[in-house]
């Protein structure tokens, strides 16, 4: 069985900042990811990484406030997030697939390709 762990949710006021990580047992495929689960919507991409160069991609309202990064080992990844806002509210989840685009405007990874139940950030104004 895959372990997932995950870090860094929690509740936080806006404007402040949070890193998440999440780390599992075993994943070596192309397109790596975090996407992000608000109450009543769809769970989207956010930002997304690419194992062969580190190439990093964001949807448009999380530009130039989130970051995404790979950890030493090749299953670990971080999201920092800076100048947080209400909206940025939801579940957050690692997700990984052999995806060659890897945009996270049009990434849906099916849903045995994301890495465990995710960690709740809750931005409040």
């Known amino acids: 069985q895959v372990q997932v762990l995950y870090s860094g949710g929690g509740s936080v006021q806006a404007g402040t900042s949070v890193t998440l990580s999440c780390e599992t047992s075993?994943?070596?495929?192309?397109?790596m990811g975090w996407l992000r689960q608000a109450p009543g919507k769809e769970r989207e991409a956010v930002a997304t990484?690419?194992?062969?160069?580190?190439?990093?991609r964001y949807r448009d309202p999380v530009k130039g406030r989130f970051t995404i990064s790979k950890g030493d080992s090749k299953n670990t990844l971080y999201l920092e997030m800076h100048s947080l806002k209400p909206e940025d509210s939801g579940m957050y989840y690692c997700?990984?697939?052999?995806?060659?685009?890897?945009?996270?405007?049009?990434?849906?990874?099916?849903?045995?390709?994301?890495w465990g139940q995710g960690t709740q950030v809750t931005v409040s104004s």
């Open positions: 997700a990984a697939d052999g995806y060659l685009g890897c945009d996270p405007g049009s990434w849906s990874p099916l849903a045995d390709d994301i």
């Open positions: 075993s994943d070596s495929r192309y397109c």
């Open positions: 990484i690419t194992r062969a160069d580190g190439r990093t």
